[in-house]
């Protein structure tokens, strides 16, 4: 995979907003680069949808004349940024992913947008997603199939697909992405990203979910360094999410560079008696060893006895958004992703009681995985049982099938969700 490379520097976030606050570098410039990169790399990636190429650079020439000024908005000054195209960004198109959506054009920016902007960052284009993000796959007719840089006949993992190809492939420094399953983290697994998953409400969301209860906010960065940076900018409360958390107590950064404490680790190389794929296995069972080795960790083998929450997951995920999404496209069915439109057509079979009996179901199992949290500090596990799969596939051709589900993703990823019904935070380390 080729690097995007300015004058041998890798452009993760901090270094190219300290560059430029140094003036050794331009913003101008490193939009340029990343455009360069978008235009070599996109029509075969498919990250990225809507490119503002106009709109960057004169930001980018704005913030450059105020940074020879001595006045900088922020941390993320200059700093160019893909957007998942399911965020709210006033006056620029928001497809989330939909041919239903196509001419549809906020008027609001939703929170971790403002919050971007007002610390410097760039809105470079929006990211592909999945269809309103509904699956863990890469396929879409909107951006076509996104696939990831290590092999551009596999596929990318979605659904914040083209955020993670593009933080990948150094089309960008780093990209924001949403997570309601899995959707930073499997793209994160197939791209070889960084992602974490915050706890729930710890970066704020808007517009209103109607499966608000798994869903979370989050950037997919090439370093930690970098993600905590974003969580330091993004997260704190909004009046616009109930659910958003108090504003952290300290900076997510500087821990980054204070002494690790030493951690109780449980280490589970697969939940619910899942077959891991042997490359992967050994692959985990290899980062497992070099942690424990350089860091202070006391780290236990575990099998947890827990059940999987797959049904509970499935009737919050397709009933919600079924039913929402079906009130206003039940009619538009044939224009929609067949899985999606599956999606809708089975939310008919839930009521009230069944929606009732698994918001009980999620607190159960929830209750069991913060219990796990009394004896360890961490749980380590694959994010993934699978390697990436052919990119116009929903899915790997033998062991998951799913016929007529309305969640036919989650087979495959039975470790990503659970962790959005407990709402505990949740991220994927890349390990080469």
Aim: glycine residues 10%; negative net charge.
């Amino acid at each position: 995979m080729q690097k995007l490379d300015l004058e041998g520097i890798v452009l993760d976030v901090i270094s190219s907003a300290q560059r430029i606050r140094e003036g050794q570098l331009t913003s101008v410039t490193l939009v340029q680069a990343c455009l360069k990169s978008i235009k070599a790399t996109n029509p075969t990636l498919r990250a990225f949808g809507d490119v503002y190429v106009d709109h960057a650079l004169n930001q980018a020439q704005l913030l450059d004349a105020e940074a020879r000024e001595g006045r900088f908005r922020g941390p993320l000054h200059g700093v160019p940024f893909g957007i998942k195209d399911l965020f709210h960004t006033a006056g620029l198109r928001t497809t989330r992913g939909s041919l239903t959506a196509l001419d549809y054009v906020p008027t609001q920016d939703a929170p971790i947008i403002q919050r971007l902007k007002a610390a410097g960052g760039i809105v470079l284009g929006k990211t592909a997603t999945t269809e309103f993000g509904w699956t863990g796959a890469s396929t879409s007719r909107v951006f076509g199939d996104g696939r990831t840089p290590w092999n551009t006949s596999l596929t990318s993992g979605g659904s914040s697909s083209g955020s993670a190809i593009a933080t990948a492939a150094f089309m960008v420094p780093a990209a924001l992405g949403s997570d309601g399953g899995g959707s930073v983290r499997i793209p994160s697994s197939f791209c070889g990203t960084f992602a974490l998953k915050g706890s729930l409400g710890r970066i704020p969301t808007w517009p209103w979910s109607a499966t608000e209860t798994l869903s979370h906010a989050g950037p997919i960065t090439r370093t930690v360094r970098d993600s905590a940076l974003l969580f330091d900018v993004l997260s704190g409360p909004d009046a616009l999410d109930h659910q958003a958390l108090p504003a952290p107590t300290e900076s997510y950064l500087a821990r980054c560079d204070q002494p690790l404490s030493p951690l109780r680790v449980a280490y589970c190389p697969t939940l619910f008696e899942t077959p891991v794929h042997p490359e992967v296995a050994a692959g985990v069972d290899a980062a497992v060893d070099i942690l424990a080795r350089q860091l202070p960790l006391e780290v236990e083998r575990l099998a947890l006895d827990w059940r999987d929450p797959l049904t509970t997951f499935e009737t919050l995920w397709v009933a919600g958004r079924g039913i929402a999404y079906g009130k206003t496209l039940g009619g538009r069915l044939g224009e929609l992703d067949p899985g999606f439109a599956t999606l809708i057509e089975k939310a008919r079979q839930y009521d009230l009681a069944d929606y009732l009996a698994a918001s009980q179901q999620r607190a159960m199992f929830a209750n069991q995985v913060h219990a796990l949290f009394e004896s360890y500090d961490l749980l380590l596990l694959p994010t993934l049982p699978i390697l990436p799969f052919p990119a116009h596939l929903t899915g790997p051709e033998e062991g998951y099938e799913a016929a007529g589900s309305g969640t036919p993703w989650a087979r495959w990823t039975p470790f990503t969700y659970p962790f959005n019904l407990s709402g505990n935070p949740a991220a994927s380390l890349p390990y080469a």
